[in-house]
T-cell receptor, first 113, second 113 residues
Framework: NAGVTQTPKFRILKIGQSMTLQCTQD?????MYWYRQDPGMGLKLIYY???????DKGEVPNGYNVSRSTTEDFPLRLELAAPSQTSVYFC????????????FGPGTRLTVT | QQQVKQSPQSLIVQKGGISIINCAYE??????FPWYQQFPGKGPALLIA?????SEKKEGRFTISFNKSAKQFSLHIMDSQPGDSATYFC????????????FGTGTRLTVIP
């Protein structure tokens, strides 16, 4: 199993551009999550999904959108990129909710200039 | 608002020493407290976790101590090794629901040979 994979690894965007961060998991997990990690701030939840077709907001959803058309994929869309969205983005998945372990991808480092 | 407070921000320990990282939370509904370990350029990975019905959990050199009345928990790394050098995050979540994790701000541990 590849686990959770994310593409791209790095990206530089200009202010106002849009992009999609890709996330795929091959563990047949129902739950998927997007976090952003900023220095000294830990990880903050952006959006999550409890199954295909179901998504919900986390702590910091503004400026982002998600979709979940399949169990495997959970892309994160940035519209009108802003410098405040410069961060490292992690996708994670877990088999179910409750106290199940979350498995993280390797991250995407995004810079908006 | 930081739901889980973590200290210290950074920690330097000699090889063979004990590393101690502390976390505190406010929401008494939290009932799952994992610790994640993150190496540079990688996503976080679950290290050890505890539920509030026990006061201590040990796995090898890693021990979580939990004080429910004080709403505090800590990670102890015994016989610290250079390979333990990483960033450690405490987190908390609710057993019910989508397993959304609230992370501390992280502690960068450096173990000196």
């Amino acid at each position: 199993n590849a686990g959770v994979t994310q593409t791209p690894k790095f990206r530089i965007l200009k202010i106002g551009q849009s992009m999609t961060l890709q996330c795929t998991q091959d563990m047949n997990h129902n739950y998927m999550y997007w976090y952003r990690q900023d220095p000294g701030m830990g990880l903050k939840l952006i959006y999550y999904s409890v199954g295909a077709g179901i998504t919900d907001k986390g702590e910091v959803p503004n400026g982002y959108n998600v979709s979940r058309s399949t169990t495997e994929d959970f892309p994160l869309r940035l519209e009108l990129a802003a410098p405040s969205q410069t961060s490292v983005y992690f996708c994670a998945s877990s088999y179910s909710g409750g106290n199940n372990e979350q498995y993280f991808g390797p991250g995407t480092r995004l810079t908006v200039t | 608002q930081q739901q889980v407070k973590q200290s210290p921000q950074s920690l330097i320990v000699q090889k063979g020493g004990i590393s101690i990282i502390n976390c505190a939370y406010e929401n008494t509904a939290f009932d799952y407290f994992p610790w994640y370990q993150q190496f540079p350029g990688k996503g976080p990975a679950l290290l050890i976790a505890i539920r509030p019905d026990v006061s201590e959990k040990k796995e090898g050199r890693f021990t979580i101590s939990f004080n429910k009345s004080a709403k505090q928990f800590s990670l102890h790394i015994m016989d610290s090794q250079p390979g333990d050098s990483a960033t450690y995050f405490c987190a908390a979540s609710l057993q019910t629901g989508a397993n959304n994790l609230f992370f501390g701000t992280g502690t960068r541990l450096t173990v000196i040979p």
